[in-house]
């Protein structure tokens, strides 16, 4: 099904194309112009598609703009004059969390009081949403790898397509992005070297299809799926510098206590979501064990080459000195600079901090690299489990994580 308007026929009014669709309060109705209807240019694609992309929140502060971000920002301004530029990154010091500050979203500066800049988001969602010869929904979003887009109070996601657009709770102009289009990107979708770029389709993960996974469809004409709740859907609120509450995805089944303890495997060179989801308010405890190789370096004055390990909390710093080659296991390795506090640590939903079962005196475990973490999740959602914070991608290795209700 649809969840964008129809602009049809010069000064005619925006119409929604199903009437199973969210409310028009997103998407007011405007007159049309010729110049409104603009879009963006459409390549000739092949048959395959990216799938539709899982919530692949910040977690390290990284604030660079990101190449596909720039050429869609370069794409959308050459394409509808008159608007602009709020702006890519944000500063690490801002607080909270957003995919500003991995350089992975855009603010395209438009006004929902101004009525052509209105129709120029009309016709920019209608093609990025519209269904392609081959059937696929969404098909523009998906090859750019846009991830989710805010505007005037409604929210729509890749995670949780077959929604449509969503309630999105807010106050203030800027806060409900009635100012400014808010677009996130995918990891693969900020590289730029998704298939829109390149041609090439790209795993990112997440959803096969078009996001019909036995959810909510659209909801009702008023409006559906506020992000909260039972029957809602993982709804971000960024700009306001905090995550919002999610609500339980409908096609992740909740963890029941009584399957407790249960253990997951994450390679650690990828992002794993678990398969169920785990209770909002609840109390667990999460063991993490396992080690891994993330780079080798030169070890001697002969050439000799040495591996370089690390676990979930610590990293082997390598250093030279008079004495010849050593590494020394540590929680903030010289070579992590800004962010060495969290360089290669195994994050769980964003949280970093590891405890050792067994401390070396320096918050590692070098002897059996057993850690545990205590978190009690604002979220009935599924846990994301990744290596963040530097270029592993040549490493071997797998961490083994349990869960388990927390007694503490």
């Not at 240019?41 to 598609?49: H, L, Q, S, V």
């Not at 959810?215 to 700009?239: K, L, N, Q, V």
Request: some cysteine; glycine content about 12%; proline content about 5%.
């Amino acid at each position: 099904m649809s969840f964008l308007p129809s602009l049809r026929h010069a000064r005619r009014t925006a119409v929604i194309v199903s009437a199973s669709a969210l409310s028009a309060v997103a998407l007011s109705a405007v007159s049309t112009t010729p110049a409104s209807a603009v879009v963006p240019k459409t390549p000739r694609f092949g048959a395959a598609i990216e799938n539709l992309s899982p919530y692949q929140p910040q977690t390290k502060c990284h604030p660079v703009a990101q190449p596909g971000v720039v050429k869609f920002r370069a794409l959308i301004l050459a394409t509808y004059k008159g608007t602009g530029d709020d702006g890519i990154v944000r500063a690490c010091s801002s607080g909270g969390t957003s995919e500003h500050k991995d350089g992975r979203a855009w603010d395209w500066a438009v006004s929902y009081k101004n009525a052509h800049q209105v129709a120029q988001v009309h016709a920019l969602f209608k093609w990025l949403f519209a269904t392609d010869a081959n059937g696929h929904k969404y098909a523009m979003a998906r090859r750019l790898g846009i991830m989710y887009i805010i505007w005037n109070k409604h929210i729509w996601g890749t995670y949780a397509a077959a929604q449509g657009w969503r309630n999105y709770k807010c106050s203030g102009v800027t806060l409900c992005h009635q100012n400014h289009v808010h677009f996130s990107f995918s990891k693969a979708g900020a590289s730029g070297k998704t298939s829109y770029w390149t041609k090439v389709v790209v795993n990112v993960g997440g959803h096969p299809g078009n996001g019909d996974t036995g959810g909510t469809h659209g909801g009702s004409g008023s409006g559906s799926g506020s992000g909260s709740g039972s029957g809602g859907t993982p709804s971000p609120t960024h700009d306001g510098d905090s995550w919002g509450t999610w609500g339980q995805a409908p096609d992740v089944p909740v963890l029941s206590d009584s399957k407790l303890p249960t253990t997951v495997s994450v390679p650690t060179d990828r992002e794993v979501h678990t398969p169920y989801a785990l209770r909002a308010g609840h109390h667990y405890l999460v063991t993490v064990t396992g080690s891994y190789t993330f780079a080798d370096v030169r070890s001697s004055w002969d050439g000799d080459r040495t591996s370089l390990a690390a676990d979930a909390e610590c990293v082997q710093d390598p250093s030279w000195s008079r004495s010849g080659f050593t590494t020394t296991w540590t929680t903030t390795p010289s070579f992590g600079r800004d962010w060495s506090n969290v360089v290669l640590d195994l994050a769980v939903d964003g949280a970093t901090t590891w405890r050792p079962t067994v401390d070396d005196g320096n918050g590692c475990n070098p002897t059996d690299h057993t850690y545990v973490l205590h978190l009690t999740p604002t979220r009935t959602a599924p846990l994301d489990l990744d290596v963040i914070g530097g270029d592993h991608a040549d490493g071997t290795g797998t961490l083994t994580v349990t869960i388990a209700r927390d007694g503490a």
